[in-house]
């Protein structure tokens, strides 16, 4: 039988932690690197509905790109969330790996499936050296779009409930930066680049002004939309890696937010 450390190993080969940033929390979170794993469950985020779903199908592993835990813990109350999450996980001997920054980083992680979800070519990273991983992307459009164009485009191509564009001026958009999640941080780097269009989830309204000052346009096509497409990439990866394992990506995630 499999083994949780094997799957782990699969996975670090893959999006080394090497790669993940500082302040990141990845690798495998609980469970017993020796356990046996006959069915994995592929999420985004370890929540509690992903958890009882993993009960549910008696998956022995939780395979997530956001960590459940990024801070020491000082307790472990069962009175509170993250508490109640581990408490189950613990009792039904679930493990959980985390892939975060560092599938981002990685060839082929959450940025490049973002880049080929965007139709983009030419995609390099977005970095000091173009050979070098870095958390964000740089790519083109086959042919040139305007600010409103794209920002449709970007919502069709991620099926998202919405996007928010901060138009720049009418300028078309030929070069897009990217970054999956919150990569607001490197708009100004996209711009530096030569980018015309940056492409991320939580920008905050003084960094969109600042965008739009500086002459790049801004589509934030949300946190979770960016993101998601990895849940699926990772799940064709373990299923083409791991003959006699299940594989199931979770069907119960959304995004936090909605219009009303």
Known sequence: MLKVQSIADALNRWAPSKLAE???????LTGDPSAGVEKILVCLDVGLGAIERAVEIGAQMIVAHHPMIF?????????????????LLLKNDIAVFAAHTNLDSAIDGVNDVLASKLGL?????????????????????????????????????????????????????????????????FIMRAKFYGADAFVTGDVKYHEAQTAIDNGIHVIDAGHFATEHPIVEVIAARLRAEFDGIEIIEFDGETDVFRIV
């Open 121 to 185: 070519i030419d995609v390099k990273p977005l970095g000091e050296a173009s050979d070098e991983p870095s958390l964000g992307r740089l790519g083109r459009l086959v042919e040139p779009m305007s600010a409103a164009e794209f920002a449709a485009h970007v919502k069709r191509a991620l099926g998202a409930d919405y996007v928010r564009l901060s138009d720049a001026g009418s300028f078309p958009i030929k070069k897009v930066g990217i970054c999956g999640g919150a990569g607001a941080d």
């Open 22 to 28: 500082e302040w990141d929390n990845v690798g495998l």
């Open 71 to 87: 801070r020491p813990i000082k307790n472990v109350r069962l009175d509170r969330p993250l508490g109640r999450r581990l408490s």
